[in-house]
């Protein structure tokens, strides 16, 4: 399989600072990609250190298969969650930072994701994107409730709260 890869980040329109962190192994098949949660102490802490763990568990192990892959991916995830929660206790100004994550594995023809957040993975297929993960976020739970139609939850004066991210919370389910 033939990849092509590019990465950029933007501080966007509304925040001072830019809380995103990726990584990219086109050999390996693997990406991440984090978003520091905006308005959040150190956003971009939290992003920077989710990639780092989690790239670097999955390049020191590289797994062969995607149920190993699956269950690497997963405990690097917590891993993360739990390292940005024991710092942020470390350094209480740094209190309340977390981030969301993303990341692809590719194995044999086989893809792993991880998905915690609101920063999506999409399939692009004869031309046209799929999104495959669900947002972890308030309005995406009315939505799959059935108490939230798809399209006031695009407008939603909550579309930003997210249920689930690293560094927020002990357990991530």
């Known amino acids: 399989m033939n990849w092509q890869t590019a990465a950029i980040t933007h501080v966007g329109r509304r925040r001072p600072a830019n ?10 098949g693997f ?4 978003d520091g949660m905006g308005g959040h102490a150190a956003g971009e802490v939290a992003s920077e250190m989710a990639v780092e763990r989690v790239a670097g568990v999955f ?10 892959t ?3 991916l997963a405990d690097a995830v917590r891993t993360a969650n739990l390292d940005i929660l024991a710092r942020a206790e ?15 594995a590719i194995v044999g023809d086989k893809a792993v994701i991880a998905h915690v957040g609101d920063s999506r993975a999409y399939r692009l297929r004869a031309g046209v994107f799929e999104q495959i993960t669900l947002d972890h976020t308030w309005v995406e739970e009315q939505v799959s409730a059935g108490l939230l139609p798809r399209a ?6 909550f579309a930003n709260i997210i249920t689930r ?3 927020t919370q002990p357990e991530l389910l």
């Open 31 to 34: 990406f991440v990609v984090a």
């Open 90 to 104: 470390r350094e209480p100004e740094k209190s309340g930072m977390g981030t969301t994550l993303t990341s692809l």
């Open 70 to 72: 699956e269950r690497l």
């Open 59 to 68: 390049v020191d192990s590289a797994p062969r298969d995607p149920q190993s």
């Open 165 to 167: 991210a690293l560094g």
């Open 19 to 28: 809380e995103d962190a990726f990584f990219n192994d086109v050999e390996r």
């Open 152 to 157: 006031q939850a695009r407008v939603h004066p």
